[in-house]
């Protein structure tokens, strides 16, 4: 199926344990009960991810130097591998995103940095997902 970019969430770790993250706008968790992370489900335009292409560069690098290794940095994740992926990115290699879906709301669960990519640059209204179990 076909989701529209505008209607997509992410979830985004904002707190661990007593560790503040970032701040971002957007709903609480379905998963965060009882335990010792805060995520926050939000729109593309709302995480580090995106802010990095409108040129915030510090929130995204903060994110993950805060995050470490819960959101990827020191494993696939950093400025510079962010930086080759927009210099590099190909439209015809995308695959179907990973989502699953929580009151009506389409998740995603890989393809952040893409997908604020494809929204930054006007390139596609819709992706193509494919549905997974929540996770
Ligand atoms: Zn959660």
């Known amino acids: 199926m076909e989701v529209p970019l505008s209607d997509l969430?992410?979830?985004?770790?904002?707190?661990?344990?007593?560790?503040?993250?970032?701040?971002?706008?957007?709903?609480?968790?379905?998963?965060?009960?009882?335990?010792?992370r805060r995520h926050v489900i939000c729109k593309i335009k709302d995480t580090p991810h995106y802010q990095f292409l409108e040129g915030n560069r510090d929130i995204y690098?903060?994110?993950?130097?805060k995050g470490g290794r819960l959101v990827g940095y020191g494993l696939e994740h950093s400025v510079p591998n962010y930086d080759k992926?927009?210099?590099?990115?190909?439209?015809e290699k995308i695959k179907r995103f990973p989502c699953h879906e929580d009151g009506g709301k389409y998740i995603l669960q890989d393809g952040v940095h893409r997908c604020s990519i494809i929204l930054f640059n006007s390139l596609l209204e819709t992706v193509p997902i494919s549905l997974k179990k929540r996770r």
């Open 85 to 91: 992926l927009i210099k590099t990115f190909d439209l």
């Open 61 to 65: 690098q903060n994110y993950l130097e």
């Open 9 to 36: 969430y992410c979830k985004i770790l904002v707190q661990h344990k007593s560790k503040m993250i970032l701040e971002v706008n957007g709903l609480d968790c379905y998963c965060c009960n009882g335990s010792d």
